[in-house]
């Protein structure tokens, strides 16, 4: 093995996160290879190498310096106290872009109303550390077990209550439980172990997979849109496009036309395309984007 070789030791979530992160890596520029029973990707970076560990495990491997850096939600950072760099937010997950939320939940016809009525409960929970630092400072004592799973069977018989991991809330009210409070919303974050971070070419490593995976990020909202003018719509087309950020404009070949070319939110392509149409635009392109860098 070459001694004076680079490496930056990377941690990818596994499970719950593990598909979507893995497509993030994908759509920033790197191609990646998993065996069905490895834990260890492979790059087409060779200054990478990759492992997978669960969520829940990251951020004490990155504090520990087994790993330079990795990819965890904030909530487990919290859980684990961990002293890390925090390089870049991501917001995404399982089912989506956008925060998920740590809940106390309570049957519904649980006498319990708010938090204040949880002291001297029994609550089942994955996120021990947290929720008993949270209710401390609140001033509530309660009973937190830890949960292995199925967390929402548990009440009423096995808890008085649950903190659990939610989306959308919907698999709370499959199972007849209403939220009381929100303790924490999280979102994926891109952590460093400090003494790595302190590294030049390991931090410029780093800070350059955060963009990417930014760029890769922003462009799953945006799509891109081409399309020809002629000179008498070229107005009333630019401004439809006007509060966008600065279209580009080339005079085609053909006197007396022009090739548009802009980014857009892809929620505003249905309704936009039918407009630049009637006002004048043809050969319309609406086409995917894999980053986009500010």
Known sequence: MDK????????????????STLRLFRKAGYHISVSERSYYPVFDDPDISAMLIRAQ??????????????????????????????????????????????????????????????????IATELVDFTRRFLASKGIKAQIDFSWGATEVKPPYLADAIVELTETGSSL????????????????????????WQEKWKRAKMENIAMLLKGALTAEEKVGLKMNVPEESFKRV?????????????????KGWYAIDVVIDEGLARDIIPKLKKAGASAIVEYPLNKVIP
């Open 4 to 19: 004076d070789k680079k490496t930056l030791k990377l941690g990818l979530p596994k499970g719950s996160l593990q598909e």
């Open 173 to 196: 009210r499959a199972n007849n439980l209403r939220i009381v409070e929100t303790m924490i919303e999280s979102t994926t974050r891109f952590i460093a172990n400090k003494k790595a």
């Open 57 to 122: 495990e990251m951020a004490r491997y990155v504090q520990d310096g087994h790993l330079d850096c990795g990819l965890t939600g904030h909530d487990w950072v919290l859980e684990q106290n961990a002293s890390v760099v925090e390089v870049a937010e991501l917001i995404y997950g399982k089912g989506g872009f956008r925060p998920v939320r740590w809940v106390v939940a309570v049957p519904n016809d649980s006498p319990i109303k708010s938090i204040k009525d949880l002291k001297g409960k029994r």
């Open 238 to 254: 630019l401004s439809l496009l006007s509060a966008m950020h600065s279209p580009t404009v080339s005079p085609l070949s053909d």
